[in-house]
């Protein structure tokens, strides 16, 4: 399977995996990730609903593994991330 990242077509290797979140609080706005990736190789949903990309959240860090929201999800908020 290949995956465009805004720049170029990217083989997925290993398939899509997750990480679901459930510790929201309605003030954190950062979240360490299990693996490293960039936020056009990285799909985020709330409660089901598609976030867009560089707009809603970004992924950066050391080893680029912290996912930051532009405003912090609320409590009962679910994140689903899929690494693409």
């Not at 459930?22 to 954190?28: E, M, N, P, Q, V």
């Not at 490293?36 to 949903?45: E, N």
């Amino acid at each position: 399977m290949d995956v465009y990242d805004g720049t170029e077509w990217d083989q997925v290797v290993g398939g899509v995996t997750n990480q679901t979140i459930l510790t929201a609080d309605g003030s954190t706005q950062a979240f360490n990730l299990d693996r490293k990736t960039t936020t056009s190789a990285t799909l985020v949903m709330l409660n089901g609903v598609v976030q867009l990309p560089a707009t809603a959240y970004t992924v950066t860090g050391a080893g680029s593994n912290v996912l930051t929201f532009t405003e912090a999800p609320a409590v009962s908020d679910i994140i689903d991330v899929r690494f693409l």
